[in-house]
């Protein structure tokens, strides 16, 4: 079992859909959990992080982890086609030195 | 646009071969990280350096080696290539006391071994 996983997709939504990313984890260490946005040929881009349970939200995008469950997830409201992408989730221990991506999973948004 | 820039983009090289690839990290970051990202999958942890010291290492074995220089730019080897080491190499670079919250990534560099 991976110590990350993700839904591989593709997830295919309408724009203007709102889209659920979700993530479980198996390492109790882990502190902060990241949300890379990677497109194709590209290197993955940070689009959140928050530490330890909670939510978070920045513009269209909510960050929220359950920490008892081991469950992250990713909101996008009002989804546009330039939000196709692969989405990764990265937790990281304590140290913060290190991320375990999941396997990422591919959104397309279509007009 | 990223600070951090690898080169070269792609690179093709047969089996048994040695590689080098490279990366400049973004001004101010002294830490700089590697991650293999095989096709479909998401980045794997290589290793990371800190002040010209390896600072942490994945599950990869001993034919994978790096340096980084007092510039802060950085390198990766790997001898002796095999098919499965085909991937897409990306290089992360951040600021003191931020680790892997801070984290800007390279475009990456496709490497294919046939």
């Known amino acids: 079992q991976k110590e990350v996983e993700q839904d591989p997709g593709p997830l295919s939504v309408p724009e203007g859909a709102i889209v659920s990313l979700n993530c479980t984890y198996s390492?109790?260490?882990?502190?902060?959990f990241m949300w890379y946005r990677q497109y194709s040929r590209k290197g993955p881009e940070l689009l959140m992080y928050?530490?330890?349970?909670g939510n978070k939200e920045d513009g269209r995008f909510t960050a929220q982890v359950d920490k008892s469950s081991k469950y992250i997830s990713l909101f996008i409201r009002d989804s546009q086609p330039s939000d196709s992408a692969t989405y990764l989730c990265?937790?990281?221990?304590?140290?913060?030195?290190?991320?375990?991506f999941g396997g990422g999973t591919r959104l397309m948004v279509k007009p | 646009e990223t600070g951090v820039t690898q080169s070269p983009t792609h690179l093709i090289k047969t089996r048994g071969q040695q590689v080098t690839l490279r990366c400049s990290s973004q001004?101010?970051?002294?830490?700089v990280s590697w991650y293999q990202q095989a096709l479909g999958q998401g980045p794997q942890f290589i290793f990371q350096y800190y002040r010209e010291e390896e600072n942490g290492r994945g599950n990869f074995p001993p034919r994978f080696s790096g340096l980084q220089f007092p510039n802060y730019s950085s390198e990766l080897n790997v001898n002796a290539l095999e098919l499965d080491d085909s991937a897409l190499y990306l290089c992360?670079?951040?600021?003191?006391?931020?680790?892997?919250?801070?984290?800007?990534f390279g475009s990456g560099t496709r490497l294919t071994v046939v």
């Open positions: 990265a937790p990281s221990n304590n140290a913060g030195n290190m991320l375990t």
């Open positions: 992360a670079s951040s600021f003191p006391g931020q680790g892997a919250r801070g984290y800007t």
């Open positions: 390492n109790s260490a882990f502190q902060y």
């Open positions: 001004s101010g970051h002294n830490t």
């Open positions: 928050t530490y330890s349970s």
